[in-house]
């Protein structure tokens, strides 16, 4: 079965730049999806189709997807990105999520 | 707007079995694939069942296949999870979410753009 692998943890400065990564077996290949989740709250879609964000998501959020390797990246991150971040992609039959980020913005 | 409003989470028994419902609102339940995704005290996010409302395709996780069954009512515009036998590791927080795919043949893309808030389910003698 196809496996996703996220850092545990990820720290990052107010206003600085946040990249947290997603690893999978020629994940360039696939589709992935990013999705937020606040304490307490429900899942959040952040990015879908690697690059594209949903309508209400700021612009600070973007992402990627190249190799083994799908990077979601927060620009100027700001205290209420602090939250879990999960990747995800689908893999036949199957929707495959990796183990979660925590981001914490010191 | 959008809504999904789960519910029917509770305590049972080892054994036993639980109903969940996901209320959809704001858009057209037969227009899109549907996903419950559970979430266990202080884990990650867990895959469970995928249901097309549009052909009744579904799809399990293999660990409860055979044991929940996904459903759907596009006239109530309603989502169901039957959950038999169940475990103490079935203990969890259930979302249900709209899943939005498409693509071709040789590049396609499946992601949830609404969730609900969730109900929990305690397994537990």
């Known amino acids: 079965s196809y496996e996703l692998t996220q850092s545990p943890s990820v720290s990052v400065s107010p206003g600085q730049t946040a990249s947290i990564n997603c690893t999978g077996d020629?994940?360039?290949?696939?589709?992935a999806a990013w999705y937020q989740q606040r304490p307490g709250q429900s899942p959040l879609l952040v990015i879908y189709q690697d690059i594209r964000r949903p309508s209400g998501i700021p612009a600070r959020f973007s992402g990627s997807n190249s190799g083994n390797t799908a990077t979601l990246t927060i620009s100027g991150t700001q205290a209420i990105d602090e939250a879990d971040y999960y990747c995800q992609v689908w893999d036949i039959s199957n929707w495959v999520f990796g183990g979660g980020t925590k981001l914490t913005v010191l | 707007e959008v809504h999904l409003v789960e519910s029917g989470g509770g305590l049972a028994q080892p054994g036993g079995s639980l109903r969940l419902s996901c209320a959809a609102s704001?858009?057209?339940?037969?227009?899109?694939?549907m996903n419950w995704v559970r979430q266990a005290p202080g884990k990650g996010l867990e895959w469970l069942s995928f249901?097309?409302?549009?052909?009744?395709?579904?799809y399990y996780a293999d660990s409860v296949k055979g044991r929940f069954t996904i459903s759907g009512d596009s006239g109530k515009e309603s989502l169901y999870l039957q959950m038999n036998s169940l475990r103490a590791e079935d203990t969890a927080v259930y979302y249900c979410?709209?899943?939005?795919?498409?693509?071709?043949?040789?590049?396609?893309?499946?992601?949830?753009?609404?969730w609900g808030k969730g109900t929990t389910v305690t397994v537990s003698s």
């Open positions: 249901l097309s409302t549009s052909s009744g395709t579904t």
């Open positions: 979410a709209r899943v939005v795919y498409g693509g071709n043949s040789w590049s396609r893309y499946y992601y949830m753009d609404v």
């Open positions: 020629k994940l360039g290949g696939r589709f």
């Open positions: 704001g858009f057209s339940f037969s227009s899109y694939g």
